[in-house]
């Protein structure tokens, strides 16, 4: 294999790898000074390249297929698919990965493409027999809810005078 080949391929497992991953060489122009380029535009030239393109997907799919990516049914003989499912394929198997290592823009994706969203959740989880209540009646039934000596001193803090019910 080339010296250009080995770098293309170094190159491509850098990209495939998830960013919270990378460690101190995150970005293009980064891998590309630790590479002895002065910039990423040699990236740029090689990704518009088809022979890298090839290469490119080639790996990929050899990743997908290490990850398990790769659909096998009962005799072992793979699924026929055309490119753009197997992109996708590919493309969701990292996306699942990143999510299951607690990278939260994968999750957040994930959840939008294939659950509820997190917006969904949210207003879900803030839905309440509250939401009907005006702000004097939803402060009064909290302030029920507190134990009485905390309500009680809170009260003194702003100069109430408060004592304790008849019968207590």
Same mark, same amino acid.
């Given at each position: 294999?080339?010296? *250009? $080949?080995?770098?293309?391929?170094?190159?491509? =497992?850098?990209?495939?790898?998830?960013? *919270?991953?990378?460690?101190?060489? %995150?970005?293009?122009?980064?891998? #590309?000074?630790? *590479?002895?380029?002065?910039?990423?535009?040699?990236?740029?030239?090689?990704?518009?390249?088809?022979?890298?393109?090839?290469?490119?997907?080639?790996?990929?799919? %050899? =990743?997908?297929?290490?990850?398990?990516?790769?659909?096998?049914?009962?005799? $072992?003989?793979?699924?026929?698919?055309?490119?753009?499912?197997?992109?996708?394929?590919?493309?969701?198997?990292?996306?699942?990965?990143? #999510?299951?290592?607690? $990278?939260?823009?994968?999750?957040?994706?994930?959840?939008?493409?294939?659950?509820?969203?997190?917006?969904?959740?949210?207003?879900?989880?803030?839905?309440?027999?509250?939401? $009907?209540?005006?702000?004097?009646?939803?402060?009064?039934?909290?302030?029920?809810?507190?134990?009485?000596?905390?309500?009680?001193?809170?009260?003194?803090?702003?100069?109430?005078?408060?004592?304790?019910?008849?019968?207590?």
């Amino acid at each position: 294999m080339s010296q *250009h $080949n080995t770098q293309w391929d170094e190159y491509i =497992m850098w990209l495939a790898t998830p960013e *919270h991953e990378r460690g101190a060489v %995150s970005t293009e122009d980064e891998w #590309a000074k630790t *590479h002895g380029y002065s910039d990423s535009r040699t990236m740029r030239r090689w990704k518009a390249k088809p022979e890298f393109q090839e290469r490119q997907r080639r790996l990929t799919e %050899s =990743m997908a297929a290490k990850t398990g990516a790769a659909v096998v049914y009962g005799d $072992n003989d793979e699924i026929e698919m055309d490119a753009d499912e197997r992109d996708y394929r590919i493309v969701r198997s990292k996306l699942v990965e990143s #999510a299951k290592q607690g $990278n939260l823009k994968a999750q957040e994706l994930f959840m939008k493409l294939y659950g509820k969203s997190w917006l969904d959740e949210e207003q879900a989880a803030r839905a309440s027999d509250f939401s $009907n209540l005006e702000l004097p009646e939803l402060v009064a039934r909290a302030a029920a809810a507190v134990e009485p000596e905390v309500l009680a001193g809170a009260l003194r803090e702003l100069g109430w005078t408060v004592s304790e019910p008849v019968g207590a």
